[in-house]
């Protein structure tokens, strides 16, 4: 029913910047807690960076505190990734993931089992 999808994937050089947006299907998740994690090829899943329902809460991964931003627009279903200082370790799989926010979510945010909607994802390559 409820359906992500990813947007804004592409190349960049090392130093670069690209942004990812990821749209929803509902305006019902501007009450929901997203998400954006990454799977290099080969490689399982990664926490890459969250944030509440409010947007004023954010989680990041220390591999790339400093260098992204997430962000959302509420109650538009918004919600979009700013990547800078980009490295070829960033080259990845991106997805974004969405769930039903909860108390226990601070502690459970980089838990890609804690997250009930996933998108398709969108390809990051990144060049030195």
């Known amino acids: 029913q409820v359906q992500l999808s990813e947007s804004g994937g592409g190349s960049a050089h090392s130093g670069g910047s690209l942004t990812l947006s990821c749209a929803a299907s509902?305006?019902?998740?501007?009450?929901?807690?997203m998400a954006w994690f990454r799977q290099p090829a080969g490689k399982e899943r990664e926490f890459v960076a969250a944030?509440?329902?409010?947007?004023?809460?954010?989680y990041y991964a220390d591999s790339v505190k400093g260098r992204f931003t997430i962000s959302r627009v509420n109650p538009k279903s918004t919600v979009y990734l700013q990547m800078t200082d980009l490295k070829p370790e960033d080259t990845a799989e991106y997805y974004c993931?969405?769930?039903?926010?909860?108390?226990?979510?601070?502690?459970?945010?980089?838990?890609?089992?804690?997250?009930?909607?996933w998108g398709q994802g969108t390809q990051v390559t990144v060049s030195s």
């Open positions: 993931a969405a769930t039903p926010w909860h108390s226990e979510y601070y502690n459970e945010h980089a838990d890609a089992n804690a997250y009930k909607y």
């Open positions: 944030i509440g329902f409010s947007g004023t809460v954010s």
């Open positions: 509902t305006d019902t998740f501007s009450s929901y807690a």
